[in-house]
């Protein structure tokens, strides 16, 4: 070989170490994220509902906060676990006028939201008025106004997030479990339950793409969790003796719920390829549910199927009475209070899990062991290498 190709054949081969070298280092730095965006239900909602229709009273917040704060929960939720692990305060709600600083981003989400807007009222069904797409409209009305209230200044302009930031942040997503129940609660068949799925997933899929054209980037999505691992479900659905599981858990309902996050996957899939400037990342939070439910004593946790905060019946739940009610014991008004020790219980209410749950779940999703792809949350700017 001349010596001059040989040369030469080196240069490129030491150019591809090079360039290869870059590109690692890239695919590997970690994301700053100046903000974070949330839109959800109940799982994440840090005081939408509370602030539209009545405060979430105690005990509430007491593990944490030491008060009720717009957390359906005795504490933190994973989006306050993920505001803390990227450094950032907890997230504000959107809807709460009173002391809310939106400088790194803002809380879209309220309890009882579903994906497909409700066709009954919150007094008639349960259920929010404020669906995902009513989200996604407070969302775009905010990108606008808080643009011009911090152009404007004073008071209120440093409380609002910079014009970049909405293209920097982390949009994160934990929404659907009310779907699959506001299904059976209007009296609908698992079948018929099933074949609205593509519908609200389609709904869902709509509204990332309209925060990507908005210029969002990072998706941060999590599937929804066993429901009929839920008090509240099993407590109000009739199943019979052969649906239950080996854990005690209703499996026609979990079974629905595996099916909607089969879809949820594939829509993921979906965007991936129709947006390939967005990093999107899915989060199997239903397996880290199942687990914890069903190898409770092993994790440190006891009764998993028992609500903390409830009254009466198999799983210390009443429909009629929640958390924080009162309820006639021997004559006197009794207030619905806590368990002795929320930190070794799952279930807070019969609905919401308890902080110490919120804990665990998200010490194993971080790190991206359950995500797809398998980057941990600090890197869920990164493109997958399959877009």
């Known amino acids: 070989m001349e010596p001059r190709l040989k040369i030469l054949l080196s240069l490129i081969a030491f150019a591809l170490v090079f360039v290869g070298a ?11 994220f100046p903000a974070v965006f949330n839109f959800g239900d109940s799982n994440s909602d840090t005081g939408g509902l509370s602030a539209a229709f009545g405060q979430a009273g105690p005990p509430a917040g007491e593990t944490y906060f030491g008060a009720p704060a717009g ?56 259920f929010s008025p404020i669906s995902l797409n009513v989200q996604w409209n407070e969302f775009h009305d905010f990108t606008r106004r808080s643009q011009i209230i911090r152009n404007q200044g004073g008071f209120f302009g440093p409380l609002m997030p910079k014009e970049e930031d909405f293209s920097n942040a982390l949009y994160t997503f934990d929404i659907g479990q009310n779907d699959l129940t506001y299904g059976y609660f209007s ?26 054209d908005q210029g969002g980037r990072s998706f941060w999505i999590h599937n929804t969790g066993p429901v009929g691992c839920l008090p509240y479900v099993m407590d109000r659905l009739l199943i019979t003796a052969g649906q239950v599981d080996e854990y005690g858990c209703a499996d026609p309902f979990n079974q629905v719920a595996k099916y909607f996050n089969s879809k949820l996957k594939i829509t993921v899939h979906q965007l991936r390829q ?45 429909m009629h009475v929640g958390c924080g009610g009162t309820v006639r014991v021997d004559g006197k008004e009794v207030v619905v209070g806590s368990c002795k020790d929320p930190s070794v219980k799952i279930n807070w209410d019969g609905v919401h899990f308890t902080e110490a749950a919120n804990k665990w779940i998200f010490d194993k999703i971080v790190g991206g062991a ?18």
């Open 22 to 32: 870059d590109r690692w280092k890239v695919s590997a730095a970690t994301c700053e």
């Open 187 to 212: 009296n609908m068949s698992t079948d018929e339950v099933r074949a609205y799925i593509p519908d609200v997933l389609d709904q869902f899929k709509t509204v990332i793409k309209n925060i990507y």
């Open 274 to 318: 129709e947006l390939p400037k967005a990093a999107v990342t899915y989060v199997d939070v239903y397996r880290l549910k199942y687990t914890l439910i069903t190898k409770a004593n092993k994790f440190g946790f006891v009764q998993p199927l028992k609500a903390c905060c409830g009254h009466g019946g198999k799983y210390n739940y009443n």
């Open 370 to 387: 359950f995500s797809d792809p398998p980057i941990p949350l600090k890197m869920a700017c990164q493109r997958h290498p399959t877009h």
């Open 71 to 126: 957390r359906y929960s005795d504490g933190r939720l994973i989006i306050d676990f993920i505001a803390e692990a990227i450094g950032l305060p907890y997230l504000s709600a959107f809807l709460d006028a009173l002391g809310s600083n939106f400088t790194h981003g803002a809380n879209f989400a309220t309890a009882g939201s579903t994906i497909r807007p409700p066709n009954a009222t919150l007094s008639q069904s349960g």
